[in-house]
């Protein structure tokens, strides 16, 4: 079964950038599309992005669009978001999760158990 753990984390000031991890195990996550989500202290979780199967299409929350990337690289069975230009309203722990479908549709596979996740924080 297909596992995702979440890394990269950290604090930075507001301008600064990070590259989030997500890496599978236990399953190739190259037939799966990949979301991002992120979940701020009071707030509900939201999708960040998404990238679907063989990366042939992404996704991204309006509010970070110009300044997330997200790739993949299914050799390393490894899917990573890179964030530039940081804001505090970025602050939230961050998850990934594979899609029930090879393309982007917003559902979580139902077979997920959601991990850790990785504490982002940007602060001055």
């Known amino acids: 079964q297909l596992q995702l753990v979440e890394s990269g984390g950290g604090m930075v000031q507001p301008g600064g950038s990070l590259r989030l991890s997500c890496a599978a195990s236990g399953s190739t996550l190259e037939y799966y599309a990949i979301t991002w989500f992120r979940q701020a202290p009071g707030k509900e979780r939201e999708g960040v992005s998404c990238?679907?199967?063989?990366?042939?299409?992404?996704t991204y929350l309006d509010s970070v669009k110009g300044r997330f990337n997200i790739v993949r690289d299914d050799a390393k069975n490894t899917v990573y978001l890179q964030m530039n230009n940081l804001k505090p309203e970025d602050t939230a722990v961050y998850y990934c999760?594979?899609?029930?479908?090879?393309?982007?549709?917003?559902?979580?596979?139902?077979?997920?158990?959601w991990g850790q996740g990785t504490q982002v924080i940007v602060s001055s």
């Open positions: 990238i679907a199967s063989a990366g042939y299409k992404t």
């Open positions: 999760a594979p899609e029930t479908y090879t393309y982007c549709s917003g559902l979580v596979s139902p077979n997920h158990s």
